[in-house]
C-alpha cells in the first residue's frame, strides 16, 4: 500500500537551480496539496488543487509553481531556487475537502530540500 | 498572525499518566477541527477530529475536547505510552457550509511529546 509516494526525498540545490518535487497518491483522491514545514512555523500550505487539471495558491506560494495534469500527480516545481526555500515539504491528498468527516488528509513522507 | 496556537513547545510526562495538549485558535469561521501526530523523518498522521456541533470526540485512549465560546480544544491522552512519543499538531478548517473554504487546514505550530517510561 504505497499511499502518498514523493520523489525526491532528499535534495541539495545551489541558489538558482530549478527543481521539481513529484507527488504521486494511489488512492483516487480528488484532492491534493503541497505544505511546507519550518521550525517553528507548523505546515503552512503552498498550492492545492480541488482536481485534474486544477490548481490554487494557498498560504505561502511565492516563488512555487505546480501542475496537476494526472489526477493521481501533484508537481512542486522551483523555478530559481532560494535560501529561504530551505524547507521540508509535503505533499497530502484527500478524498473529499478537509473540512469534512472522511477528509482527513494523507501525507507523504516528506522531501528535504537545502538551498545553499 | 497565527490564527491556531500551541503555544506549548513541548510536554514531557509519565507513562500511564494522562496527556493533554491544548490549542487556541482565533478564526470564528473555523468549524472543524482535527489533530495530527507526527514522527521524526515521517509525514504527519491523522489522529481524531471533532466538529463544532460537538463538544467531545473519544477514539480509544484519545479524547478531544472543543469549548466554542472559549475558542479552545484539548487532546487528551490516557494511559500515555512511550510509543506516543511525537509532535502533535493541532488543525483547523471552515467545513464550507457557510461559504468559507473547507480546502484548505491552518495548522499549528506543534507541540513535542515526551512520555517517559
Known amino acids: 500500500n504505497a499511499g502518498v509516494t514523493q520523489t525526491p526525498k532528499f535534495r541539495v540545490l545551489k541558489t538558482g537551480q530549478s527543481m521539481t518535487l513529484l507527488c504521486a497518491q494511489d488512492m483516487n483522491h480528488e484532492y491534493m496539496y503541497w505544505y511546507r514545514q519550518d521550525p517553528g512555523m507548523g505546515l503552512r500550505l503552498i498550492h492545492y488543487s480541488v482536481g485534474e487539471g486544477t490548481t490554487a495558491k494557498g498560504e505561502v506560494p511565492d516563488g512555487y509553481n505546480v501542475s496537476r495534469l494526472k489526477k493521481q500527480n501533484f508537481l512542486l516545481g522551483l523555478e530559481s531556487a532560494a535560501p529561504s526555500q530551505t524547507s521540508v515539504y509535503f505533499c497530502?491528498?484527500?478524498?473529499?475537502?478537509?473540512?469534512?468527516?472522511?477528509?482527513?488528509?494523507?501525507f507523504g513522507e516528506g522531501s528535504r530540500l537545502t538551498v545553499l | 498572525d497565527q490564527q491556531v496556537k500551541q503555544n506549548s513547545p513541548s510536554l514531557s510526562v509519565q507513562e500511564g499518566r494522562i496527556s493533554i495538549l491544548n490549542c487556541d485558535y482565533t478564526n470564528s469561521m473555523f468549524d472543524y477541527f482535527l489533530w495530527y501526530k507526527k514522527y521524526p523523518a515521517e509525514g504527519p498522521t491523522f489522529l481524531i477530529s471533532?466538529?463544532?456541533?460537538?463538544d467531545k470526540n473519544e477514539d480509544g485512549r484519545f479524547t478531544v475536547f472543543l469549548n466554542k465560546s472559549a475558542k479552545h480544544l484539548s487532546l487528551h491522552i490516557v494511559p500515555s505510552q512511550p510509543g506516543d512519543s511525537a509532535v502533535y499538531f493541532c488543525?483547523?478548517?471552515?467545513?464550507?457550509?457557510?461559504?468559507?473554504?473547507?480546502?484548505?487546514?491552518?495548522f499549528g505550530k506543534g507541540t513535542l511529546l515526551t512520555v517517559n517510561p
Open positions: 497530502a491528498s484527500s478524498p473529499i475537502p478537509t473540512g469534512n468527516q472522511g477528509g482527513e488528509l494523507f
Open positions: 471533532i466538529s463544532s456541533i460537538k
Open positions: 488543525a483547523a478548517t471552515d467545513d464550507g457550509k457557510s461559504g468559507g473554504s473547507n480546502y484548505k487546514l491552518t
